[in-house]
């Protein structure tokens, strides 16, 4: 990631990686098209006066909740939960929309809206899936064209201690005491005629159907002690409406119409300031629309916090509720950045 603030008014930024590369990915010379790398972020914002600032490109300014416009760099859990990146791989590359945003701070008050296009090649437009009578798919951009193009999305939070920076878009997940944070928000994800459904009436029509998400969050970081303790605390309800029946692919457990409570909670033990260890848990509530499900993730973890999040090792315990029962994972993972 590079930007630079040309001027008091004028910032740019580029943001460019890979994703996602695997030994299948891999090819003799380089050449695979999993192998390359892709812009994940590239925007330019004008600051209008001190509570406004307005931008526009390929962005990461987006609405629902705090973990939708989450920093990958500090998580408190292992990984975000698939569900909160709730538009990606619908209208979306890698949680990024090409639109324009408005973002400031009034009073301790922040706030992010923004004005997007919809991506046309959807995970579903990509599967080749068709809409039935009774299950939407996600390819309103595909299937009708301009009338799916628009997308808006905003998100608001109230910050009652200390304040979070907006500079840039990515919401802290830990702050490892740095910070003494309590914020409460909510936001939106709308996007008309996003999904397409047959008409009951006549299967030979496909009929647009809006999508809506809402979302409310807290989230709290609280210092403890004189030996460098803190709590981490985050709890969110979405609620999701993709279309009728929605699972992305088909049958997806994570990207569906239907509700999600979810629930995050970490403590950083007593440390001289150096090496720490940080235990946490994680609950997953999901309601899906289609079949009647509920299931359940539950993930209990612990972070090795050799510098900070700039260099930590993770071993989390996960128990991921499915169709046929639950999965059980043990997954450890190292994390060193600059």
């Known amino acids: 990631m590079l930007y630079a603030q040309l001027t008091d008014r004028f910032l740019i930024l580029t943001h460019f990686g890979l994703n996602s590369l695997t030994p299948s990915g891999l090819h003799p010379t380089g050449q695979s098209s999993q192998t390359q790398l892709f812009m994940h972020d590239a925007w330019v914002e004008y600051k209008v006066m001190d509570e406004l600032y307005v931008g526009g490109g390929l962005h990461y300014w987006n609405g629902i909740s705090r973990l939708n416009n989450q920093s990958t760099l500090n998580f408190l859990p292992l990984d975000n939960p698939r569900f909160a ?9 890698f949680a990024r929309h090409l639109g324009i945003y408005a973002k400031g701070k009034v009073g301790k008050l922040d706030y992010r809206f923004a004005w997007n296009g919809a991506m046309v090649n959807s995970v579903d437009a990509g599967a080749g899936l068709t809409p039935t ?3 939407a798919v996600y390819t309103g951009r595909a299937t009708l064209g301009l009338e799916a ?8 939070n109230y910050q009652f201690w200390d304040q979070e920076s907006n500079k840039l878009p990515y919401f802290v997940g830990s702050y490892l ?13 709308a996007h008309p005629n996003g999904s397409v459904l047959l008409d009951s009436n006549d299967p030979t029509q496909v009929v647009g159907e809006d999508v809506l998400i809402f979302a409310a969050d807290a989230f709290m970081e609280l210092p403890i002690g004189d030996n460098n303790q803190s709590l981490t605390a985050y709890v969110s309800f979405q609620s999701n409406d993709y279309g009728t029946n929605y699972q992305m692919g088909g049958g997806s457990l994570d990207i569906f ?6 629930a995050q909670a970490g403590y950083v033990l007593p440390n001289s300031g150096a090496w720490a260890w940080q235990p946490y848990f994680t609950f997953a509530q999901k309601n899906i ?10 993930g209990i973890g612990i972070n090795s916090l050799i510098t900070g999040h700039n260099a930590k090792l993770s071993l989390e315990y996960r ?9 059980n994972r043990f997954i450890l993972q190292a994390v060193v950045f600059l």
Do not use: H, P
């Not at 193009?149 to 608001?156: D, I, L, T, W």
């Not at 289609?290 to 993730?297: H, R, T």
């Open 133 to 135: 009578t009774s299950q």
């Open 257 to 262: 119409t239907g509700s999600v409570l979810y």
């Open 319 to 327: 128990n991921v509720g499915n169709l046929t029962g639950s999965t």
């Open 289 to 298: 629309t289609n079949g009647g499900e509920s299931l359940s993730d539950i």
């Open 177 to 189: 005491g740095a910070k003494k944070v309590l914020s409460v928000g909510a936001g939106f994800y």
């Open 149 to 156: 193009s628009n997308v808006y999305a905003g998100y608001v």
């Open 85 to 93: 990146w709730a538009s990606l791989g619908t209208t979306d590359q």
